[in-house]
């Protein structure tokens, strides 16, 4: 059944945007198919001109109630969901595990009904174990839930606004080549970014330490096929590079990842200097790739080891147009889940 999510016109800017079929929960990109990323960054573009306005609010979610659960620190994800709630008119409510009865030992599961008793719409949650949002979406009825980072798993939101800032600039992302380099082994911004390039058509290249690179890719694959959403095989065009300078050669797009020390349990390289001797993005590796190619970072950087300051805050540097959009997809998403109405055609 194809769906229709029609706009509040004195809400929103635009006219109806479809989306085929409405999800209940955001949980990573590879159940999204390719149509579904596409209306969702179209989406986020009407939502940019909400946050362009002088008065940024709309009362597109009045009425309704988001809970930010994070049992991890974030900057960027807790901060653009309760900002993206609060444009849009919902009630935001921010719960940390250190200052709630998640103290006291009370678990994931009695945390989430607890919140779902008190009628709250979205909870977007935030865990160190892969698979925490997936547990409290399959048990919980009444409320939709949305991945803000899962272990080493996922981070679907930060995948999406990865896909919205490249297509600014790429227009098209499918043929473009997209480099993504570092410790791509513990990055959960590294599978969904992978899913969305992917499913958008473009060829993804990893590169950095081989030690940090995941054994499903060295051994060919990464995640099943059938659960890849319409595509047939989705990860035919992901290869590895261990070499940054020959994987760089004629990129479109650079993606550094942060190095995640506090998932790294022994060491994975000899050393930070040897680390950025080889694996930092830099100046004159950008040399080697398109002359108009592009960076990004999805933060928080460990900045002159991932990336040079020069290119983190030179001309190249999307990593500030990252974060705009990170509320535009959160606005767009929050929308689609609990504030469209949705029409059969
Ligand atoms: N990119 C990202 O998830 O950043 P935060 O940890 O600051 O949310």
Redesign the pocket.
């Known amino acids: 059944m194809a769906t229709t999510v029609v706009n509040d016109a004195e809400a929103l800017p635009g006219t109806a945007i479809p989306v085929p079929g409405l999800r209940r929960h955001v949980l990573d990109l590879d159940d999204f198919t390719a149509d579904e990323i596409t209306a969702t960054l179209d989406n986020a573009a009407a939502m940019r001109d909400v946050l362009e306005r002088d008065v940024k609010k709309v009362p597109a979610l009045r009425g309704r109630v988001i809970v930010t659960l994070f049992y991890e620190?974030?900057?960027?994800?807790?901060i653009s969901f309760e900002e993206a709630g609060k444009i849009l008119s919902a009630d935001v409510i921010n719960m940390t595990a250190s200052a709630s009865s998640i103290e006291k030992g009370e678990s994931l599961l009695n945390t989430g009904l607890t919140l779902q008793a008190m009628g709250v719409d979205v909870i977007v949650v935030?865990h160190p174990h892969a698979g925490a949002p997936h547990f409290l979406a399959r048990n919980l009825k009444n409320v939709a839930v949305i991945n803000?980072?899962d272990g080493a798993h996922a981070?679907p939101t930060?995948g999406l606004l990865d896909l919205c800032t490249a297509r600014d600039h790429l227009s098209e992302l499918a043929g473009r080549k997209i480099v993504i380099v570092g410790d791509v082994l513990h990055s959960r911004?590294a599978r969904s970014a992978v899913w969305g390039f992917v499913k958008a058509g473009s060829q993804v290249v990893l590169s950095g330490p081989p030690t940090l690179m995941p054994d499903p890719f060295t051994q060919g694959g990464w995640g099943s096929a059938a659960s890849s959403n319409g595509v047939a095989n989705p990860l035919a065009n992901v290869s590895v590079e261990p070499d940054l300078d020959a994987a760089i050669d004629d990129a479109d797009l650079v993606m550094a990842l942060r190095l995640q020390s506090e998932r790294q349990q022994r060491g994975f390289f000899p050393s930070l200097r040897e680390y950025i001797r080889r694996w930092q993005v830099n100046d004159a590796r950008m040399a080697r790739a398109k002359p108009d190619a592009l960076l990004m970072h999805?933060?928080?950087m460990n900045e002159g080891i991932e990336v040079s300051s020069s290119l983190a805050h030179g001309e190249r540097s999307l990593i500030e147009e990252q974060v705009t959009n990170g509320v535009a997809i959160r606005m767009a998403l929050l929308y689609q889940l609990v504030g469209a109405a949705a029409v059969e055609d």
């Open positions: 620190a974030s900057t960027r994800t807790r935030r803000a980072g981070h930060q911004v999805p933060g928080p």
